[in-house]
């Protein structure tokens, strides 16, 4: 089992910049690729920025491409979505994933979760 906590969350304005952290506990997240998803309200959760078990792989949702970057510290049991030039846009509940595939952007491939941190961008 792993258990996930994202941090980091607020209400900022568009064009600040936000980093999330997702913290593991239970075991070590290198056997895993972890994922960032979100939801806006009304809406299903979305794919957001995976990577890779040793960080050499990205992949990103088209939106966030050059404004986003995932990132992941493997000693710490920690990963990182820095968020720059937030948009309204992007004000949803973002969530941290494990899955034990390679790399991937496809929610059903992610077997554990975090509770979620919330995200709200004024205009």
């Known amino acids: 089992q792993v258990q996930l906590v994202e941090s980091g969350g607020g209400l900022v304005q568009a064009g600040d910049s936000l980093r999330l952290s997702c913290a593991a506990s239970?075991?070590?997240?290198?056997?895993?690729?972890m994922g960032w998803f979100r939801q806006a309200p009304g809406k299903e959760r979305v794919f957001v920025a995976a990577?890779?078990?040793?960080?050499?792989?990205?992949r990103y949702v088209d939106s966030v491409k050059g404004r986003f970057t995932i990132s992941r510290d493997n000693a710490k049991n920690t990963v990182y979505l820095q968020m720059n030039d937030l948009k309204p846009e992007d004000t949803a509940v973002y969530y941290c994933a494990a899955s034990t595939k390679i790399i991937t952007s496809q929610s059903y491939d992610y077997d554990y979760w975090g509770q979620g941190t919330q995200i709200t961008v004024s205009s």
């Open positions: 990577i890779n078990r040793n960080g050499g792989a990205t």
């Open positions: 239970g075991r070590t997240i290198s056997s895993y690729a």
